[in-house]
Structure formats: structure tokens, C-alpha cells
């Protein structure tokens, strides 16, 4: 019995429309398979019926165009929705799919812009008439029916079944594969089809994902086909599911990169080192590949290590501690290029891991001017031999013997005064190191006035008031890049050195630092230190802040200074959008202080970091009163302006978001008149910065062009209504609608609010385009774009 509908689209079937003699099925003339051919009488290129039946019988190719990726001819194509775009005939490339993309409703616009970027000479299209000359219709379903039976069948024999040439047998088959899920490997080069059931891929990539490798000699097995047939195979699955990873040396296995990594990983927490050869050849992958593993690795801090062996060895930060900590032990003193040389890592590795050694208490000692490490014993024993035969040497002459400054001598010996190691003290009147046999000056004055009273000298110097009359300690705040700095000073009005001084900070749960107490080695008399804290709000509101300072004198006697706590206040605004144009906002900042946080972005993909900047900014009440985008040949710019105003007492605020994926910088920047307040409102949008960017660093790779599109769908309509309401240019309007148009066919493909996007385009573009929309016009979209916008929340952008 013959189908009233198509059996691809269901539309109703007319009596010109196919219907199959064999199966019954009736297709419509867009779904038929045939090889209809039409050919231009003005320019003599040759078109399918689909290009026919969409330009009504008008040729769409574009005289003297050159395809960006093979230099063909281009011609005009559509989208289902009407949208036209460019298409190259010999390789495929698309400008809706290209960057940067050219998709309008309006033909003229693609081929304006296709002008402007140098694809065409002029923007016309041939538009010359369409003749058929040959054509004859087919069942695709019994078309499917015999390469599913066929298993694997040449290109020749599809071509006797629809009786059409060889060449246009791969296009064929691609509509197939699209319209019809048509499994299968196309083999253009042996012009070979071979049927594969679809659930096959979605089985393999399962596998791939699950046991984190495939063997791809097993596959060919399994679908009995060949191994080059196999990895075509292969090729397609990787690239429709998206998958991520790399094929062994003889292409008998694919590993998925987890997997890949997985295994470095473990190898490293067992060994503490990679030979990256021994793994390569034991896992049969290129050793390039596995070095880009391992630099992800080290990058993303799932290995903590370095490179050594010019690149061909990996050693973790522990595993090289331990060896540089043995080398050290052995060694005493040595040279950092003997030790560099030994274990095949660059210099600065040594040194940064010898900081670290000191830092954890592990290894003491000092580096030298000759590029040498000492360890402590082996300073005691160099100090000793050379005061032993000096007895008095002054601090100048024991830095030159030693290949250390003055002050790291200093800072050594009262270390090992302090712990005993070394019976001296430094003379600092005259700036010399002398043996045990005459006290500090402080001492002796002590002593010579107890003897003129008799009394005996005793083994211990008579305790000080050193704390309360020696040593000052004042604070100080500021407020810097939305963090507060807190400074505070130690003055040390004494004649005896002070060391061992560690500041502490004392401050509530309304901030958050890094490193809480910061230590300086020595402090000289009649001298002063300052150190530095930048504290990160969390709250807003008024806070105390203070510190504690301990540290010892000459006759190592610890002393405690507490130091007054300071009153902080930390604002963060109410703020309220204002309807500062942008001239207004230029004019704003001239007159107000600002300060700025800047960011690197090279690990995450600019874009996503705009949006992200856009995204946090956008918690505000601020209006966004210019964003404008471009691309620096392929590297993507961005700034955004944002206006708004404090709600109590009125107080002018603009903020500036600054993308360059050319310097991998992100800034963002505040005018405000109150400093409290610009740090609060630079620290509140930083924090949101980054619940935004640890959200983007969870999106896998393959949906990074579905979230871009999405970010900047919310972005968009959010630019679209501050525009609108801004009363900007017709032309400004209009490209920000096209762009969000063409994000949202990706996302949705149809929906109604395209439809009603698509007819206020054509009502915008019929007005000048250098002309500010009327008011009815702005009262008029207002509240639509802001139903447009309730919608893209609920449809398409995630929280």
C-alpha cells in the first residue's frame, strides 16, 4: 500500500512526489535520493536538486572566490531556519562552522562580509537559471536496505544502484550517514563502503572510557573488516564521540588520555620517577606524547616534579629532595652546577629545591657567592679552623674567605651562636667575630659595675627591660588590588643586634592569608625592618587586626612585643545600575582613584574567562554599557564597561573587564571614590571570579564550544538589554541580536523566541543603521528582551 507521508519528514506526499514500487514507502523531493543534475546557463557550474530547490532554480555560487582551506570556488548556502552562510563544493569548509563565522539572514551581509575578509572580490552572486539535464529518483530505504545486506561494497556497484558516477557516490553516502544514521566506514581511497551497526561505536567509545584502551586488531575482527578499514574505523569514533587520546607506535591499540595519565601518575607516587623512554617503549606511544601527558601533569600539579636527563627523565619533587638531601649529607659543601650535573636537572632546580629542604627543617646551611651550598657543620668547622687561628676576624674578611656577604655571616653566626655551635659573639661597634674570652659590651658594662662594688662576675649577664625600651614595633594599613596591606615596622634603637625575629599576625575569620608569620633573620642596632601582609576579605564590616612580635637579644633571651590591634573596615557597596552612556563613564573615571587585580589566564581558554569575568561582574546591579569583542588575528580581545552608582549617598562607581589572549591577561579594575568601598567590591567580585573559573575548570574539553556558546547567549541578552535601554544605534542593536540569533539556532535549532528574534531583525535593519532606536522603539523591545532573557535562562544557560 503507497505512504500518503514521507517516511523521512512526514510531510503530506503530492502526486509528483516518490513513492516506491518495492517497499511502498513515498519520500518528498528534498529526501529522495537522486541524481538529478542542473546546470547554470550564466557561469556553467553544476548543482544538486537540494541547491535548486532551496534558490528556486538560481544559481548561488560566487564568481572569483577562493576557499580559505582549499582555494575552491564558494557558493551560498541555507540553514532550515533561512540563515545564509558560505559553502565550499570541493573540500566542505562552511563559514557557520569557521571562525570568524559569517551566518545573517540576509544574503547581501554574508557576501559584504565574505568581501571584507578577502574570500570574494565582489560581493554578487552568478544568480544565473538553473536547467535540469539529467535525473532520475531512488528508495533510500531500499538503497540502506542493500548496503546493510552488502556488508562491504564497492563505490561502482553504489553507483549502478542509483546510476550516478563514482565521484558523487562519497556525497551520497554522507547524506546517508547523516539523514538516515546510516553506520558505516566511506573508504575514498580503495572506494570502499562497509556497513557498521551504529550501537558499535557508542560500544567502543564505552570501552574506551570504562577500560581506558581498545586493541584495534580485535575491532577489525569483531566487524570483520581490515585493519585499515579498522582504523578508519577508529578515526570516525574518535571524532564523533569526541574521545581523547593517542595510538600506539603500530597502531594496534588506542589509550585513552586518563588512562595514559592514570598510569604516570601511579608511576610516579611508586618510584618517584618516569623514564620516559622505558615507558615509552614499554607502552609503544611516542615519546612526545607522553612528555605533552607529563606537562599537563606537572601543570595541572597532579605530579609535583620536574624535567631532568634533557628532557627524557621525570623526578617528583619528593624523590628529588631525598636525592639532593643524600648528595648534601655526603657532601657537606659542594658546588650547585656538581650537583645539577650529577642528577641531570637545571641549576635553579637545585637551588629551589635546597629552599625547600631549609624551609622544612630538613637541611641548615648557607649558599655562597661562588655558586656553592654549605651546610652547617661544614660552615662550624670553616668558622672554627679560621677563628681558631685568628681568634678576632672581622666580619668583612670571614664573608671574603667564606664566598658569603656580610650579612648572611652575621645572620649564620648568631644561628650558631643562638644553638650553641659556635663560643663567640659579634662585636658590632667594630664589627667583628671574636672567640669567648671577653662578654658584649652591654655585659661589661654590667660587670665593671658590680666589681666596683664588689661583687663577683657572674656566669650570666644581669637580665634587661630590652623589650619595653629597645625594640618599637608600629602598624600600619592600606588597602591594595581588593586586599588589605598590612604593614608593620620593628625599630631596634639598641646597640646589640636583635635576630630570630618572627612577626605574627592576629586577625579575625573575616580574612584570609596565605602565610600568617613571616621571620627575619637578624635586625642590626639603630636599625629597622618592615614585613608585609595582604590579607584577602571574606566579610564586610569592622575588624581588628594585630600582631605579635617575638624575637631574642645578643644574649639569646627571648622577648615578646605585642603590637595594638588596628580597627579595619571593609565596605562593600549597595550599588544601583545608572544610565551612563559610555562617553559618561570616560568622563567618570578621570576624576575617580581606582585600583585593579590582574590575572593569567594561559591555562584556561579566553574566552571562557571573559565570560566568566562578565558573569561574576553581572552579580551587581551594574549596567553594561559597552562590551566590544574582536580578534587580533586569531587571538580573541575583549573589554567591557559596567556603570552604576552606590545606593546610599550616590557615590559614582565604574567597572572595567580587560581580556587579551595575545598577553594571557585578565584585569578587572574599579573607580571609586572610597577606598574602603573599591576594596570591598574589587574583593567581592574576585571571590565570584573564582567560583566562576573553578566551575569553567570542570567543563571537559569537548563541550568547551557548547559552554562558550552558552556564556555568551547570558552575556549576550544581557548586552542586548542594557543596549536597548541605553536607546544605542540601530546598527550596534542589530549585530548584538545576529550574534545571539546565531548562538541560539546552535543550542535550541527552533524554537518561537527565534522566530520572534528573526522578525525584529527585519524590522531593525529596514531603519538606519547609524541612527539611535526612537524611544517607542526602546519602551517597545524592552520588556521583550527581558522575557528573552527569563527564557535563555530557563532553556539554555546553566547555573
Known amino acids: 500500500m503507497a505512504s500518503s507521508n514521507c517516511a523521512a519528514c512526514a510531510t503530506p506526499l503530492s502526486k509528483n512526489d516518490f513513492q516506491c514500487p518495492t517497499c511502498g514507502k513515498g519520500y518528498c523531493r528534498i529526501h529522495v535520493i537522486t541524481n538529478e543534475k542542473y546546470k547554470c546557463q550564466k557561469c556553467g557550474a553544476s548543482h544538486v536538486r537540494e541547491t535548486a530547490l532551496k534558490f528556486n532554480s538560481s544559481c548561488p555560487t560566487i564568481p572569483q572566490t577562493s576557499c580559505p582551506k582549499c582555494a575552491g570556488t564558494l557558493r551560498l548556502d541555507k540553514l532550515p531556519a533561512g540563515q545564509h552562510y558560505l559553502r565550499c563544493e570541493k573540500c566542505g569548509w ?86 538516515y544514521n546510516l553506520g558505516g566506514i566511506i573508504d575514498e581511497q580503495n572506494k570502499l563502503f562497509t556497513f557498521v551497526d551504529p550501537g558499535l561505536k557508542s560500544r567502543v567509545s564505552e570501552q574506551v572510557k570504562t577500560s581506558g584502551y581498545i586493541s584495534v586488531d580485535a575491532l577489525a575482527k569483531n566487524v570483520g573488516v581490515s585493519l ?57 606511544v611516542h615519546a612526545e606524547i607522553i612528555k605533552d601527558n607529563i606537562a599537563t601533569l606537572l601543570k595541572t600539579r597532579d605530579i609535583d616534579g620536574y624535567f631532568a636527563a634533557k628532557g627524557n627523565k621525570v623526578y617528583t619533587k619528593g624523590k628529588l629532595m631525598d636525592i639532593v638531601h643524600t ?207 595582604y590579607l584577602e576579605p571574606t566579610t564586610c564590616g569592622k575588624s581588628q587586626v594585630g600582631a605579635t612580635v617575638i624575637y631574642k637579644d645578643y644574649t639569646a633571651t627571648p622577648h615578646t612585643v605585642h603590637v595594638d590591634k588596628k580597627e579595619v573596615w571593609i565596605k562593600c557597596p549597595l550599588v544601583v545600575a545608572t544610565m551612563d552612556n559610555l562617553n559618561d563613564v570616560m568622563v567618570v573615571i578621570q576624576s575617580l582613584p581606582s585600583d585593579a587585580r590582574t590575572f593569567l589566564i594561559s591555562d584556561i581558554d579566553a574566552r571562557l574567562a571573559y565570560h566568566a569575568g562578565f558573569r561574576a561582574i553581572s552579580h551587581f546591579d551594574a549596567r553594561c554599557v559597552a562590551a566590544p569583542e574582536k580578534m587580533d588575528g586569531d587571538m580573541f580581545e575583549a573589554d567591557a564597561y559596567f556603570a552604576s552608582k552606590v545606593k546610599t549617598g550616590g557615590g559614582r562607581i565604574v567597572i572595567k573587564l580587560s581580556v587579551s589572549e595575545k598577553s594571557q591577561i585578565m584585569e578587572i579594575r574599579v573607580w571609586c571614590a572610597e577606598a ?102 526602546s519602551e517597545e523591545l524592552a520588556p521583550i528582551v527581558e522575557r528573552w532573557h527569563e527564557i535563555i535562562n530557563r532553556k539554555v544557560v546553566p547555573e
Not at 532520475?136 to 556497484?157: M, N, Q, R, Y
Not at 589509550?255 to 618516569?274: R, S
Not at 619595653?468 to 588590588?481: N, S
Open 676 to 777: 574602603g568601598q573599591l576594596t570591598g567590591l574589587l574583593a567581592k567580585i574576585i571571590e565570584y571570579l573564582f567560583d566562576e573559573i573553578n566551575t569553567i575548570r570542570k567543563i571537559k574539553s569537548e563541550a568547551r564550544e557548547k559552554t562558550i556558546d552558552m556564556m555568551a547567549v547570558a552575556q549576550g541578552i544581557t548586552v542586548l538589554s542594557d543596549y536597548v535601554m541605553l536607546q544605542w544605534k540601530h546598527g550596534d542593536v542589530c549585530n548584538k541580536l545576529e550574534d545571539l540569533y546565531a548562538r541560539l539556532m546552535r543550542l535550541l535549532k527552533s524554537d518561537e523566541i527565534l522566530d520572534e528574534m528573526k522578525a525584529w531583525l527585519g524590522k531593525l535593519r529596514e531603519q538606519d543603521e547609524d541612527t539611535n532606536i526612537s524611544k517607542e522603539i
Open 228 to 284: 585499515d578499514q579498522a582504523l578508519r574505523l577508529m578515526y570516525e569514533i574518535i571524532r564523533n564521540e569526541r574521545l581523547r587520546g593517542t595510538f600506539s607506535r603500530q597502531k594496534k591499540f588506542y589509550y585513552a588520555t586518563t588512562f595514559m595519565q592514570n598510569k604516570l601518575i601511579q608511576l610516579a607516587n611508586d618510584q618517584g620517577e618516569i623514564d620516559i623512554d622505558a615507558f615509552s617503549v614499554a607502552q609503544d
Open 327 to 533: 648528595y648534601a649529607e655526603r657532601h657537606k659543601k659542594f658546588r650547585l652546577e656538581a650537583v645539577a650535573e650529577e642528577i641531570e636537572v637545571a641549576i635553579e632546580v637545585v637551588r629551589s629545591i635546597l629552599h625547600e629542604l631549609v624551609k622544612q627543617g630538613r637541611l641548615r646551611g648557607v649558599f655562597t657567592q661562588k655558586r656553592e651550598y654549605v651546610t652547617d657543620v661544614a660552615l662550624k668547622d670553616e668558622i672554627g679552623q679560621i677563628v681558631m687561628a685568628y681568634r678576632t676576624i672581622a666580619l668583612e674578611d670571614l664573608a671574603r674567605r667564606l664566598g658569603i656577604t656580610e650579612k648572611t655571616v652575621e645572620e649564620s653566626l648568631a644561628s650558631l651562636i643562638a644553638r650553641g655551635d659556635v663560643a663567640g659573639y659579634i662585636d658590632l661597634r667594630t664589627r667583628e667575630f671574636k672567640l669567648d674570652v671577653v662578654r658584649p659590651p652591654a655585659a661589661a658594662v654590667a660587670q665593671k659595675g658590680q666589681a666596683r662594688q664588689g661583687g663577683t662576675r657572674p656566669a650570666v649577664p644581669a637580665p634587661s627591660n630590652h623589650e619595653e625600651k629597645y625594640v618599637e614595633v608600629v602598624r600600619e594599613y592600606d588597602f591594595v588590588g581588593g586586599q588589605v596591606h598590612f604593614k608593620v615596622a620593628i625599630r631596634n634603637n639598641s646597640a646589640a643586634a636583635i635576630y630570630d625575629v618572627k612577626t605574627v599576625l592576629d586577625y579575625p575569620d573575616a580574612f584570609q592569608i596565605d602565610d600568617e608569620m613571616i621571620s627575619i633573620p637578624v635586625i642590626e642596632p639603630n636599625s629597622s625592618r618592615g614585613v608585609d601582609f
Open 94 to 179: 562552511n563559514s557557520f562552522d569557521a571562525q570568524p563565522m559569517i551566518c545573517y539572514l540576509a544574503d547581501s551581509i554574508v557576501l559584504k562580509e565574505a568581501t571584507k575578509i578577502g574570500l570574494a572580490r565582489q560581493p554578487k552572486a552568478c544568480e544565473g537559471r538553473l536547467k535540469k539535464i539529467q535525473g532520475e529518483d531512488f528508495c533510500p530505504s531500499c538503497v540502506i536496505a542493500k548496503l546493510k545486506s552488502s556488508g562491504t561494497i564497492s563505490f561502482s556497484t553504489i553507483g549502478s544502484l542509483v546510476k550516478t558516477d563514482e565521484d558523487e557516490v562519497p556525497r551520497l553516502l554522507e547524506a546517508l550517514v547523516k539523514d
